[in-house]
């Protein structure tokens, strides 16, 4: 913790850093909004915002931008997620000040122009295509429609009608209205000088305000099978909601990790080790400031889901009997250590403190292990109670002869 340091500044920008003595820094400009801040209409907007900070601004071209970064031994690159927008690159410490230019010059000065707009659009549809024709992404798409009404319930790319409809006026006004001071985080991992930072924000940028729009996010909950040509093995999500307090969403950690994380977890000797039904058994917990929800991702032959689905029922409603404080006990380690493990990467540690800050504060980060050691053994039962017929959503996408 003595390594992490926070400021606010008097515009509103937010100054996330920690010190690491590695001649190597990650370095992330981030804007508090992404795909659960869209209407049905805009879906896809943020995303796409993202892209075109990519294409040039007012003082550098698109491969000038990214020859700054390369040629000085950086990688360049950026995510949209549900809360979050973030623009990021990886440097020799040494080239900090040139990292700093490069991400606030795209995030200052945007070009938005017409041809790059039209060209990046098609660049756009070739990934929805992507998610698309691969099995294992699409079925993670469409799960989030089964969990959530629209809009959140649409892809955070978008779809091909939204995505014809966004026109520069709309990206103009979307990002007038988001990428404002009090909505920016810097955030900075590495070798560097906390106050240097803070000095290059302050006289980098000013102080206009806005706030974030937030539409209503609607619960559902729905089973669906979809059939394709082409394809030899079924590919399905079952997932579940999980209440918004810290409370739960620990205890959903926990629990996602006893029934799918890794070869030890419940799931994967059930259906894999023992009955040999499936090659991947993976368990995703999924969270943010407004929402939350499980996953659980199972691989398998066609005629196989329904009996898939009802052993992962029915290893919910075992867990709430037998599960034991010593494999809770266990299940924390995994967890803990895994929390360390991830913090060794500088970009993964930019990663976490961004997520951290958009659902409450980063300095919360630092006490995560403590309060997973606080979740008890009710605290996961009385989670895994709420899975059950009626109260959970399923998608398979299967084989069609």
């Not at 929800?293 to 009997?321: D, R």
């Not at 995560?368 to 009626?390: H, P, Q, R, T, Y």
Request: hydrophobic share 35%; with cysteine.
């Amino acid at each position: 913790m003595s390594t992490f340091k926070k400021k606010i500044l008097k515009n509103g920008m937010t100054i996330l850093f920690e010190k690491r003595n590695l001649p190597i820094v990650s370095v992330a400009f981030a804007v508090r909004n992404g795909g659960v801040n869209e209407l049905e209409k805009e879906k896809g907007i943020s995303h796409f915002i993202e892209h075109m900070l990519y294409k040039g601004t007012k003082n550098r071209t698109s491969k000038q931008i990214a020859e700054e970064i390369e040629k000085n031994g950086g990688e360049l690159n950026g995510f949209t997620s549900e809360n979050l927008t973030a623009f990021w690159c990886k440097m020799p410490s040494d080239k900090l000040e040139i990292a700093l230019e490069v991400l606030s010059d795209m995030i200052k000065n945007p070009l938005f122009d017409e041809n790059e707009l039209e060209k990046e659009r098609k660049v756009i549809f070739e990934e929805i295509k992507m998610y698309k024709d691969t099995p294992r992404l699409h079925v993670f798409d469409e799960i989030q429609k089964e969990l959530y009404k629209e809009p959140f319930g649409i892809p955070l790319i978008g779809t091909y009608k939204t995505m014809n409809s966004i026109n520069k006026t709309k990206i103009l006004e979307k990002f007038e209205k988001t990428y404002t001071s009090n909505n920016l985080i810097l955030c900075v991992i590495g070798n560097a000088d906390f106050n240097e930072i803070v000095d290059f924000a302050e006289k980098n940028f000013g102080d206009k305000e806005s706030k974030i729009f937030e539409p209503e996010i609607k619960l559902r909950n729905a089973i669906r099978i979809e059939k394709r040509k082409g394809i030899d093995q079924a590919n399905l999500v079952f997932g579940y909601h999980v209440p918004l307090d810290d409370k739960s969403k620990l205890s959903a950690k926990i629990l996602i990790t006893l029934m799918a994380d890794g070869m030890s977890s419940r799931l994967f000797q059930e259906i894999r080790e023992k009955r040999n039904l499936a090659y991947a058994v993976k368990g995703f917990s999924e969270t943010g400031k407004n929402f939350a929800y499980n996953l659980i991702y199972i691989g398998t032959q066609k005629e196989n889901i329904e009996k898939v689905k009802e052993l992962i029922l029915k290893e919910f409603e075992k867990l709430q009997e037998d599960l034991s404080e010593k494999e809770l006990e266990e299940v924390k380690k995994q967890i803990i250590g895994n929390y360390y493990i991830n913090m060794e990467d500088s970009f993964n540690q930019l990663y976490n403190l961004l997520g951290f800050e958009i659902e409450g504060k980063a300095e919360d980060f630092y006490e995560f292990d403590k309060k997973i050691e606080k979740i008890s053994l009710e605290d996961v039962k009385k989670l895994a109670k709420k899975i059950k017929k009626g109260n959970f959503s399923f998608f398979a996408l299967v084989p069609e002869e």
